[in-house]
Structures are given as structure tokens and as C-alpha cells.
Nanobody, 123 residues
């Protein structure tokens, strides 16, 4: 069983930046695909980004060019650097881990989830 703990959320003005972290414990996730999802109030959960064990990435069109996902396998941690934030990015951001090996934007493909961290972007 793996535990994922997100951190780094907070309140930021539009145009600002935040860096989210997701630390894993209980299992080495070196070979797992890691993903970030977000859920805004009264909206469906949506995919943000994913990274393979080798560093390949996949991004939602809405964040391409502004968000960057990375991982440090030695620290069992993944990151989401979010730049040029917009108010519509306000949501709870969740980290997830998938054992299936392929980059995926589908939440059902992920086995483990964190509790989430709140990101609020003011206009």
C-alpha cells in the first residue's frame, strides 16, 4: 500500500506561480506513472498532467506551456510547477499513482490517491 501526501497549495494572485509536491511512502513508486488531477467545486475531476517512470510527460491542453511536472525517484516525490496561474485553476489538486505503466489521463487507471491540496487563484 502506498500513501501519497500533497503539499504546496495556497492562495496566489492570477499570473503567479505555485509548486506542488507529492511525497510517497510505504512503497517505492519509481516504476509507477504519477499523475495530477484537480477538482473544482461542483465540477468533475479533471486530468492535469502525468509523468512516466522515465520522465515522459502528458499534459491537459488547458495547462500546456504553463505547468511542468517532474519527478525525483530518489526522493519518491513528484512535483507540479504551475506558472501563469488563472482563476479557473482554483481547485483541489490530487496526486495519483498508476502501476499500469502507460501515461494516462483517466483517473480509473490510477491505483493510489492523495488527500489533495487546495489551490486558490484570485483575480
Amino acid at each position: 500500500q502506498a500513501q501519497l501526501v500533497e503539499s504546496g497549495g495556497g492562495l496566489v494572485q492570477a499570473g503567479g506561480s505555485l509548486r506542488l509536491s507529492c511525497a510517497a511512502s510505504g512503497r517505492t513508486l519509481r516504476r509507477y506513472v504519477m499523475g495530477w488531477f484537480r477538482q473544482a467545486p461542483v465540477k468533475e475531476r479533471e486530468f492535469v498532467a502525468a509523468i512516466s517512470w522515465s520522465g515522459g510527460t502528458l499534459y491537459a491542453d488547458s495547462v500546456k506551456g504553463r505547468f511542468t511536472m517532474s519527478r525525483d525517484n530518489a526522493k519518491n516525490t513528484v512535483y507540479l510547477q504551475m506558472n501563469s496561474l488563472k482563476p479557473e485553476a482554483t481547485a483541489v489538486y490530487y496526486c495519483a499513482a498508476s502501476s499500469r505503466g502507460n501515461l494516462s489521463s483517466t483517473g480509473l487507471m490510477y491505483d493510489y490517491w492523495g488527500q489533495g491540496t487546495q489551490v486558490t487563484v484570485s483575480s
